[in-house]
């Protein structure tokens, strides 16, 4: 949390409690996505399942991802870091990412915020760039319903995010939302919170360690970096907490400060070009139809204005 503190500010911890966190990653339909295929965000431009994809619509997300895809050769050679790229303002990384974006578009069904988990259970799309904890939640419901459905985070690297609890200056009862920030906190809550959303805790107790260890896991993780020495080659949903190996390709996607509206411009012309298919269609069906229209009505005018004249002819 203290990557965020701004120079010359207070640490950002002395002031703010971690709430939940997770990744960014690919969920996938089991049954049509090799785990090959998903555990790189070459799926996503790729043609070979395009029409068959789903974006979360975050510009922050978003813009991390296209940034790391197009540089992924200089990752590989170690010029620079998922955290640098996740993190580059620059120009010369805008335009980049705008020509990422324009080039994955036509690929896509479309951006969705909340929805794309529900979708994905039904097996209508077999892709979806989404947040950890929704791939949870979507993982449990397709098994219910017979989707298999399972979640990676791309070998070039994600996005490590978390929410957190900040009480505002003006606050009139600041007692009462400490009070709330303490409860939230609480092992047997911060567990019975989870269990209901899906994602995780920043709370890191032995008793929720021990509740989510699962025995029936056919294999086990490090997790040592947030539970400590004791959650090394422990059976722990990999979902929920990535071994120490993934969390080390990903990074924190830190504000834009005063460039945040040169992004959003970036954003709002993605949004707006490529419109897809199906509206493409339905916008020429429309002007086909309005043009038709009105040139009949011109036509019909013509004849009415022709038939006129002639009666006039032979009236004289």
């Given at each position: 949390m203290d990557k965020l503190t701004q120079p010359g500010g207070r640490p950002a911890s002395d002031y703010a409690v971690c709430y939940m966190w997770g990744t960014a990653g690919i969920l996938y339909n089991t049954a049509h996505v090799s785990e090959e295929d998903a555990s790189s965000w070459y799926c996503?431009?790729?043609?070979k399942y395009a029409g068959r994809i789903l974006m979360k619509e975050s510009y922050r997300d978003t813009y991390g991802t296209a940034l790391i895809y197009a540089r992924r050769d200089d990752l590989?050679?170690?010029r620079v870091t998922v955290e640098d790229l996740m993190n580059d303002s620059s120009p010369e990384a805008m335009?980049?990412?705008?020509?990422?974006?324009?080039?994955l578009k036509p690929n896509i069904t479309g951006w969705e915020a909340d929805f794309g988990k529900e979708i994905m259970t039904k097996?209508?799309?077999?892709?979806?760039?989404?947040?950890?904890?929704?791939a949870v939640w979507a993982i449990e419901e397709a098994e219910a319903v017979g989707v298999a459905l399972d979640y990676v985070i791309p070998v070039e690297g994600s996005n490590l995010w978390f929410d957190g609890w900040m009480i505002p200056k003006y606050a009139k009862n600041v007692k009462a939302a400490s009070y709330f920030i303490n409860f939230m906190c609480r092992s047997d809550i911060a567990l019975r919170n989870m269990d209901e959303i899906g994602y995780v805790s920043a709370v890191a107790t032995p008793e929720i360690l021990e509740e989510k260890i699962d025995?029936?896991?056919?294999?086990?993780?490090?997790?040592?970096?947030?539970?400590?020495?004791?959650?090394?080659?422990?059976?722990?949903?990999?979902?929920q907490y990535p071994d120490y190996s993934v969390v080390q390709r990903?990074?924190?996607?830190?504000?834009?400060?005063?460039?945040?509206?040169?992004?959003?411009?970036?954003?709002?012309?993605?949004?707006?070009?490529?419109?897809?298919?199906?509206?493409?269609i339905l916008i020429f069906v429309v002007v086909f139809a309005m043009s038709f229209w009105i040139i009949r009505k011109r036509y019909e005018k013509y004849k009415r204005n022709k038939q006129f004249r002639r009666r006039r002819r032979r009236r004289k």
């Open positions: 996503l431009w790729g043609p590989t050679a170690g335009e980049l990412v705008e020509k990422y974006l324009k080039e097996g209508k799309v077999w892709i979806n760039m989404t947040w950890s904890g929704d025995e029936e896991l056919d294999y086990v993780s490090d997790f040592s970096y947030f539970f400590g020495e004791g959650a090394k080659g422990v059976p722990v949903d990999k979902v990903c990074a924190i996607i830190r504000d834009f400060g005063d460039k945040t509206e040169q992004v959003l411009e970036i954003w709002s012309h993605i949004k707006g070009d490529n419109l897809g298919v199906g509206i493409t």
